[in-house]
Protein backbone atom coordinates (compact mmCIF):
# COMPACT_ATOMS: atom_id res chain seq x y z
CA UNK A 1 0.00 0.00 0.00
CA UNK A 2 1.17 3.55 -1.01
CA UNK A 3 1.55 6.04 1.83
CA UNK A 4 1.23 9.85 0.82
CA UNK A 5 4.36 12.02 2.43
CA UNK A 6 3.00 15.53 3.41
CA UNK A 7 5.61 17.27 4.16
CA UNK A 8 6.29 19.08 0.73
CA UNK A 9 3.69 19.98 -1.89
CA UNK A 10 5.53 16.81 -4.27
CA UNK A 11 3.31 14.73 -2.04
CA UNK A 12 5.18 11.75 -2.73
CA UNK A 13 3.17 8.33 -2.86
CA UNK A 14 5.57 5.84 -1.38
CA UNK A 15 5.42 1.79 -1.68
CA UNK A 16 7.03 -0.16 1.02
CA UNK A 17 10.67 0.74 1.39
CA UNK A 18 10.25 3.34 -1.38
CA UNK A 19 12.34 6.60 -0.58
CA UNK A 20 10.94 10.23 -1.91
CA UNK A 21 12.35 12.67 -4.62
CA UNK A 22 13.86 14.16 -2.01
CA UNK A 23 16.10 10.84 -1.43
CA UNK A 24 15.99 11.44 2.63
CA UNK A 25 12.07 10.48 3.47
CA UNK A 26 10.97 6.65 3.81
CA UNK A 27 7.88 4.77 3.36
CA UNK A 28 8.90 2.19 6.49
CA UNK A 29 5.64 -0.33 7.66
CA UNK A 30 3.10 2.34 6.11
CA UNK A 31 4.50 5.45 7.98
CA UNK A 32 6.86 8.03 6.69
CA UNK A 33 10.10 8.00 8.36
CA UNK A 34 13.14 10.31 8.34
CA UNK A 35 15.92 8.53 6.62
CA UNK A 36 18.37 11.23 7.86
CA UNK A 37 17.69 11.78 11.05
CA UNK A 38 20.85 12.77 13.10
CA UNK A 39 23.04 11.69 10.17
CA UNK A 40 25.04 14.55 9.30
CA UNK A 41 27.03 14.99 6.44
CA UNK A 42 28.81 18.75 7.40
CA UNK A 43 29.07 20.63 10.81
CA UNK A 44 31.19 23.73 11.06
CA UNK A 45 31.31 27.20 12.76
CA UNK A 46 30.11 29.76 10.46
CA UNK A 47 29.86 33.49 10.48
CA UNK A 48 25.92 34.52 10.70
CA UNK A 49 26.39 36.56 7.45
CA UNK A 50 27.28 33.84 5.62
CA UNK A 51 23.66 31.99 5.86
CA UNK A 52 23.19 34.76 4.62
CA UNK A 53 21.78 36.91 7.65
CA UNK A 54 23.24 40.27 7.59
CA UNK A 55 20.74 41.66 10.04
CA UNK A 56 19.83 38.96 12.83
CA UNK A 57 23.07 38.72 15.79
CA UNK A 58 25.58 40.89 13.11
CA UNK A 59 28.71 39.90 14.00
CA UNK A 60 27.88 36.63 15.35
CA UNK A 61 28.87 32.92 14.90
CA UNK A 62 26.51 29.80 14.53
CA UNK A 63 27.00 25.88 14.50
CA UNK A 64 25.83 25.54 10.93
CA UNK A 65 24.76 21.75 10.36
CA UNK A 66 23.67 19.68 7.47
CA UNK A 67 22.60 16.12 6.63
CA UNK A 68 21.51 15.00 3.17
CA UNK A 69 18.57 15.08 0.31
CA UNK A 70 16.52 17.71 -1.48
CA UNK A 71 13.50 18.21 -2.93
CA UNK A 72 14.38 20.70 -5.74
CA UNK A 73 16.59 19.92 -8.51
CA UNK A 74 18.41 23.26 -9.03
CA UNK A 75 20.97 22.72 -12.00
CA UNK A 76 23.02 25.36 -10.45
CA UNK A 77 23.27 24.06 -6.66
CA UNK A 78 26.38 24.76 -5.00
CA UNK A 79 26.21 21.72 -2.72
CA UNK A 80 25.15 18.90 -5.28
CA UNK A 81 26.79 16.48 -3.71
CA UNK A 82 24.96 15.99 -0.24
CA UNK A 83 21.67 17.62 -1.63
CA UNK A 84 21.50 14.98 -4.32
CA UNK A 85 22.75 12.38 -1.83
CA UNK A 86 20.54 9.22 -0.19
CA UNK A 87 21.34 7.22 2.61
CA UNK A 88 24.56 5.34 1.33
CA UNK A 89 25.88 8.64 1.64
CA UNK A 90 28.98 8.89 4.62
CA UNK A 91 27.48 10.60 8.04
CA UNK A 92 28.19 10.74 11.34
CA UNK A 93 25.42 10.03 13.67
CA UNK A 94 24.40 13.62 16.02
CA UNK A 95 21.97 13.05 18.26
CA UNK A 96 19.65 16.52 18.77
CA UNK A 97 21.10 16.21 22.76
CA UNK A 98 25.37 15.98 21.27
CA UNK A 99 24.32 18.58 19.04
CA UNK A 100 23.23 21.26 21.68
CA UNK A 101 25.25 20.32 24.20
CA UNK A 102 27.92 21.07 21.07
CA UNK A 103 26.48 24.55 20.36
CA UNK A 104 26.63 25.66 24.28
CA UNK A 105 30.45 24.62 24.53
CA UNK A 106 30.56 27.03 21.44
CA UNK A 107 29.27 30.07 23.21
CA UNK A 108 32.47 31.17 24.40
CA UNK A 109 33.19 31.54 20.55
CA UNK A 110 30.24 33.65 20.14
CA UNK A 111 28.37 30.98 19.22
CA UNK A 112 24.65 32.30 19.47
CA UNK A 113 22.84 28.83 18.31
CA UNK A 114 22.61 26.57 15.68
CA UNK A 115 21.71 26.77 11.49
CA UNK A 116 20.34 23.83 10.12
CA UNK A 117 21.74 24.40 6.57
CA UNK A 118 23.97 22.69 3.89
CA UNK A 119 21.39 20.41 2.10
CA UNK A 120 17.53 21.47 2.43
CA UNK A 121 17.47 21.05 6.22
CA UNK A 122 13.43 20.81 6.45
CA UNK A 123 13.60 17.20 4.20
CA UNK A 124 14.82 15.92 7.60
CA UNK A 125 11.91 17.87 9.58
CA UNK A 126 11.62 15.92 12.68
CA UNK A 127 15.37 16.37 13.04
CA UNK A 128 15.37 19.75 12.97
CA UNK A 129 11.96 20.24 15.14
CA UNK A 130 13.49 17.75 17.81
CA UNK A 131 16.58 19.54 17.90
CA UNK A 132 14.82 23.34 17.88
CA UNK A 133 12.82 22.28 21.10
CA UNK A 134 16.21 21.41 22.70
CA UNK A 135 18.31 24.48 21.90
CA UNK A 136 15.02 26.30 22.53
CA UNK A 137 15.06 24.84 26.26
CA UNK A 138 18.58 26.02 26.26
CA UNK A 139 17.91 29.49 25.25
CA UNK A 140 19.95 29.66 21.89
CA UNK A 141 18.80 30.36 18.67
CA UNK A 142 17.13 28.63 15.94
CA UNK A 143 18.04 29.40 12.32
CA UNK A 144 16.49 27.87 9.54
CA UNK A 145 18.08 27.85 5.73
CA UNK A 146 15.69 26.62 3.32
CA UNK A 147 14.32 26.53 -0.03
CA UNK A 148 11.06 27.13 1.51
CA UNK A 149 9.24 24.01 0.00
CA UNK A 150 7.43 22.93 2.73
CA UNK A 151 3.73 22.22 3.49
CA UNK A 152 1.68 25.08 5.72
CA UNK A 153 1.06 22.47 8.61
CA UNK A 154 4.20 21.43 9.41
CA UNK A 155 5.29 24.58 8.71
CA UNK A 156 3.22 26.42 11.34
CA UNK A 157 4.27 23.30 13.54
CA UNK A 158 7.67 24.33 13.23
CA UNK A 159 7.91 28.21 13.55
CA UNK A 160 7.54 28.19 17.24
CA UNK A 161 10.57 27.15 17.57
CA UNK A 162 12.57 29.01 15.04
CA UNK A 163 14.12 32.74 15.71
CA UNK A 164 15.12 33.49 12.01
CA UNK A 165 14.90 31.66 8.34
CA UNK A 166 16.92 32.72 5.35
CA UNK A 167 14.22 31.89 1.99
CA UNK A 168 15.63 31.41 -1.14
CA UNK A 169 13.21 32.74 -3.57
CA UNK A 170 14.88 31.14 -7.00
CA UNK A 171 12.87 33.64 -9.26
CA UNK A 172 9.46 34.90 -9.37
CA UNK A 173 8.00 32.95 -12.23
CA UNK A 174 5.78 29.82 -11.99
CA UNK A 175 7.98 28.25 -15.38
CA UNK A 176 11.29 28.55 -13.62
CA UNK A 177 10.24 27.27 -10.11
CA UNK A 178 9.02 24.09 -12.95
CA UNK A 179 12.23 23.33 -14.03
CA UNK A 180 14.15 23.07 -10.56
CA UNK A 181 10.52 20.46 -9.76
CA UNK A 182 9.19 23.24 -7.61
CA UNK A 183 6.36 25.40 -6.65
CA UNK A 184 6.54 29.59 -6.69
CA UNK A 185 3.00 29.37 -4.29
CA UNK A 186 4.36 27.32 -1.89
CA UNK A 187 7.71 29.04 -1.43
CA UNK A 188 5.63 32.52 -1.25
CA UNK A 189 3.78 31.51 1.49
CA UNK A 190 6.51 29.70 3.52
CA UNK A 191 7.91 33.38 3.47
CA UNK A 192 4.63 35.28 4.11
CA UNK A 193 3.92 32.91 7.47
CA UNK A 194 7.97 32.96 8.42
CA UNK A 195 7.34 36.66 8.47
CA UNK A 196 4.90 36.54 10.74
CA UNK A 197 6.50 34.53 13.49
CA UNK A 198 10.79 35.59 12.90
CA UNK A 199 13.25 37.34 11.76
CA UNK A 200 13.24 36.53 7.94
CA UNK A 201 15.86 37.28 4.70
CA UNK A 202 15.24 36.18 1.52
CA UNK A 203 18.19 35.53 -0.94
CA UNK A 204 17.83 35.50 -5.14
CA UNK A 205 20.41 33.78 -7.16
CA UNK A 206 20.90 35.52 -9.84
CA UNK A 207 21.20 33.51 -13.06
CA UNK A 208 21.89 35.23 -16.67
CA UNK A 209 19.01 35.01 -18.95
CA UNK A 210 16.71 33.10 -16.13
CA UNK A 211 15.49 35.25 -13.53
CA UNK A 212 17.55 38.58 -14.64
CA UNK A 213 14.89 41.04 -16.32
CA UNK A 214 14.21 44.52 -14.74
CA UNK A 215 10.67 43.49 -14.47
CA UNK A 216 11.01 39.89 -13.06
CA UNK A 217 13.19 41.71 -9.85
CA UNK A 218 10.77 44.78 -9.62
CA UNK A 219 7.52 42.33 -9.50
CA UNK A 220 9.41 39.98 -6.90
CA UNK A 221 10.87 42.86 -4.31
CA UNK A 222 7.61 44.95 -4.94
CA UNK A 223 5.81 41.62 -3.88
CA UNK A 224 8.27 41.21 -0.58
CA UNK A 225 7.47 44.64 0.21
CA UNK A 226 3.95 43.72 0.05
CA UNK A 227 4.66 41.68 3.17
CA UNK A 228 7.17 43.85 4.66
CA UNK A 229 9.10 46.17 3.45
CA UNK A 230 12.15 45.50 5.66
CA UNK A 231 12.61 42.29 4.81
CA UNK A 232 16.32 42.17 3.99
CA UNK A 233 16.66 40.62 0.55
CA UNK A 234 19.66 39.39 -0.87
CA UNK A 235 20.84 39.00 -4.80
CA UNK A 236 23.34 36.71 -5.15
CA UNK A 237 25.81 36.56 -8.30
CA UNK A 238 25.67 33.13 -10.02
CA UNK A 239 29.12 30.78 -10.81
CA UNK A 240 29.32 27.95 -12.48
CA UNK A 241 27.96 24.86 -10.72
CA UNK A 242 27.24 21.50 -11.08
CA UNK A 243 25.49 20.99 -14.20
CA UNK A 244 25.71 24.34 -15.21
CA UNK A 245 28.89 24.32 -15.77
CA UNK A 246 29.88 25.50 -19.12
CA UNK A 247 27.19 28.86 -18.16
CA UNK A 248 28.80 32.35 -17.84
CA UNK A 249 28.94 33.74 -14.56
CA UNK A 250 26.81 36.84 -13.80
CA UNK A 251 27.81 39.89 -14.53
CA UNK A 252 28.87 42.14 -11.82
CA UNK A 253 26.97 45.00 -13.24
CA UNK A 254 23.87 42.92 -13.68
CA UNK A 255 23.53 42.25 -9.69
CA UNK A 256 23.99 45.74 -9.02
CA UNK A 257 21.46 47.00 -11.76
CA UNK A 258 18.91 44.74 -9.97
CA UNK A 259 19.81 45.62 -6.41
CA UNK A 260 19.05 49.21 -7.78
CA UNK A 261 15.84 47.95 -8.75
CA UNK A 262 14.83 46.17 -5.77
CA UNK A 263 15.61 49.18 -3.40
CA UNK A 264 12.74 50.73 -5.16
CA UNK A 265 11.01 48.65 -2.88
CA UNK A 266 12.79 47.65 0.03
CA UNK A 267 14.76 49.20 2.89
CA UNK A 268 17.33 46.45 2.96
CA UNK A 269 19.38 45.41 -0.01
CA UNK A 270 22.39 43.18 -0.38
CA UNK A 271 24.45 42.17 -3.08
CA UNK A 272 26.30 38.74 -2.62
CA UNK A 273 28.90 36.57 -4.64
CA UNK A 274 30.46 39.86 -6.44
Not at 109 to 128: C, S, W
Not at 247 to 270: D, G, I, M, N
Request: contains cysteine; negative net charge.
Amino acid sequence: MKVICTLCPHHCALEEGKTGLCRARKNVQGTIISESYGKVTSIALDPIEKKPLNRFYPGGMILSVGSFGCNLRCPFCQNSDIATADSSIQTQHVSPETLVNKALELTPRGNIGIAYTYNEPLVGYEYVLDCARLARENNIKNVVVTNGMICEEPLLALLPYIDAMNIDLKAYTESFYKKLGGDLATVKNTIHLAAKACHVEVTTLIIPGENDSVAEMDALSSWLASIDSSIPLHISRFFPQWQMKDCAATPVKTVYALAEVARKHLEYVYEGNC
